[in-house]
């Protein structure tokens, strides 16, 4: 049972360079989210899942896309990336509980776009 | 918007000192989770706690709903509790999406 498993680790990309960050979880969960993070900013919500074909903007989803296509994957792309894109990123799955219930996060990914 | 606020935003202990770190927030929740951020940046999920109290060996944490809040206690801290601390809210009546705080930064020094 490995979690909530991102890839890549690191990346580097120059300004309008794409990519697709990936995400997998093994837990059966239904919601799925990404978020960002920055100095002094917490994390921000990018987008999130509710379960598998659906998808919801959150706090910060300009520059991005998301995509669900089943219920263990859900993938971010970055179709042009620039600087302000750099970041840390998490993906995080939702398991279900006593109202709404505890989220799990994966190792995160950090981005530098030069 | 939702509105959540910790305090303090940084926090320097020595080990074996007592600690209580707080969350409020603006709307009535119903969800709210502590996590812990370690300094290689792993977050662990430490409570989900919307309402009562909590422990789990040196942590507790109590939420008081009716007045928006949140207490995450951390007794004989040791080094190895340094890092971030966040809280993360769902309003009622809202989706599943998770509100964070901008977190305290807690280190313990030997």
């Known amino acids: 049972n490995a979690g909530v498993t991102q890839t890549p680790k690191f990346q580097v990309l120059k300004t309008g360079q794409s990519m697709t960050l990936q995400c997998a979880q093994d837990m059966n969960h239904n919601s799925m989210y990404w978020y960002r993070q920055d100095p002094g900013m917490g994390l921000r919500l990018i987008y999130y899942s509710a379960s598998e074909g659906t998808t919801d903007k959150g706090e910060v989803p300009n520059g991005y896309n998301v995509s669900r296509l089943n219920k263990r994957e859900f993938s971010l792309r970055l179709e042009s990336a620039a600087p302000s894109q750099t970041s840390v990123y998490f993906c995080a799955s939702l398991r279900p509980g006593q109202g709404i219930g505890k989220l799990f996060f994966g190792s995160g990914t950090q981005l530098s776009v030069l | 918007g939702i509105q959540v606020e910790q305090s303090p935003p940084d926090l320097i202990l020595q080990e074996g000192a007592n600690s209580t770190l707080r969350c409020n927030f603006s709307d009535s929740v119903n969800n709210l989770q502590w996590f812990h951020q370690n300094p290689w940046g792993q977050l662990i999920n430490l409570f989900y706690?919307?309402?009562g109290t909590k422990q789990n060996g040196r942590l507790s944490a109590t939420t008081v709903a009716t007045e928006r809040y949140s207490l995450l206690y951390i007794s004989s801290s040791q080094t190895t509790d340094s890092g971030v601390y966040f809280c993360?809210?769902?309003?009622?009546?809202?989706?599943?999406?998770?509100?964070f705080g901008k977190g305290t930064k807690l280190t313990v020094n030997p």
């Open positions: 993360a809210i769902i309003t009622q009546g809202g989706s599943e999406k998770l509100v």
């Open positions: 706690i919307p309402s």
